[in-house]
């Protein structure tokens, strides 16, 4: 989904223990190396990762590809994506914990790697844009580089200093805007840019 690995988590969690947790019974614990084609971690990670673009659906604020580009610009040696891989990290280390189904209650069962988890979740779901993509390289869906992301403008209908941010600019034909009334009907005296209520 985002292309993130295994092996992309390791700064952020104890890998032999992620791999311990992975296995089960005699089965035989797999090296660093041997986790990026092992099936239970990628799975895990997969799951890490649709558990992140479920929350970033509930406001779309961010595009698939543009999580993709975060995921690509940690793998690239850069530091914008940093803090998606972190919480991809420890989304997984819960994946890998609650395998082992240790009850609630227990240093095992209370990680608090899911809390911190969760808490990013929850801000993402409320809208909050956690993800600085200013600087990052820009992909299109099937990796080819269309530029970087530039400074990141703020949502519409936020107020920005004295003003309504908006795409569509000023345009003279909303009610109640008087940015062009030189140039109405009646200068603003008539019709829906009257200036009744707004003196």
């Known amino acids: 989904m985002l292309l993130s690995n295994p092996s992309d988590l390791f700064a952020f969690f104890d890998v032999s223990r992620f791999s311990e947790l992975l296995v089960d019974g005699e089965e035989t614990v797999p090296g660093n190396s041997d986790l990026d084609s092992n099936s239970r ?10 558990k992140l673009c479920s929350a970033v659906r509930v406001k779309n604020f961010y595009s698939l590809q543009q999580l993709r580009d975060l995921v690509y610009d940690f793998q690239n040696g850069g530091t914008s994506g940093e803090q998606i891989i972190e919480i991809i990290a420890d989304l997984a280390w819960c994946g890998a914990t609650k395998r082992k189904r240790w009850p609630a209650g227990t240093p095992q069962g209370d990680d608090p790697a899911c809390e911190r988890a969760e808490a990013y ?3 993402i779901r409320a809208g909050e844009r956690i993800f600085v993509l200013e600087g990052v390289t820009q992909h299109d869906s099937t990796g080819v580089v269309l530029g970087v992301y ?4 703020p949502e519409d209908g936020l107020m920005e200093g004295r003003g309504l941010v908006s795409d569509i600019g000023n345009p003279s034909h909303l009610w109640g ?3 062009n009334c030189a140039t109405l009907p009646g200068n603003c005296g008539d019709g829906l840019g009257s200036t009744g209520g707004w003196q």
Request: neutral net charge.
């Open 41 to 50: 971690a990628t799975q895990i990670v997969r799951s890490a990762e649709q």
């Open 121 to 123: 979740l929850d801000r």
């Open 150 to 153: 530039g400074q990141e403008i």
């Open 177 to 179: 805007n008087r940015a």
